[in-house]
């Protein structure tokens, strides 16, 4: 029998319904930004297209291996720039729907990964 150490982390997205998420016991309404530590108050939302380098920047002070974009209902991608600014900076950036993004956060955040995240209401 094989065992693994299981993370537990402070951060765990419980719910995704409509514009509202469910982030432990707080509840949150809109865009928001998240890191292994918690939700930031810090972040301005901006839209999925305008994403860029300087709009994700309080993410990037905890140099995370990996952002997830959850993009509401439906993937949506973000300007190309960003994309290639990410790739030289060593971080994987990975767009998705806000459900999925939101289900591979809670997976690697409990895997002990280095992870944040943006999501976006799936009513938008």
Do not use: C
């Not at 402070?10 to 514009?19: K, L, N, W």
């Not at 509202?20 to 901006?46: C, E, M, P, Q, R």
């Not at 060593?90 to 999501?119: H, K, Q, Y």
């Amino acid at each position: 029998m094989k065992f693994t150490l299981e993370h537990t982390t402070a951060v765990s997205i419980r719910s995704v319904a409509g514009g509202t998420f469910l982030i432990g016991d707080a509840s949150w309404t809109g865009a928001i930004a998240l890191t292994i530590d918690g939700v930031l108050a810090d972040w301005k939302s901006v839209p999925v297209a305008e994403l860029s380098t300087a709009a994700l920047a309080p993410l990037l002070r905890d140099e995370p291996e990996l952002i997830i974009v959850g993009t509401g209902s439906r993937q949506v991608l973000p300007d190309r720039d960003l994309m290639f600014a990410m790739a030289r900076a060593g971080i994987g950036l990975e767009l998705m729907d806000t459900a999925a993004a939101a289900r591979t956060f809670n997976v690697l955040a409990n895997e002990g990964r280095s992870v944040a995240a943006v999501l976006y209401p799936t009513d938008s």
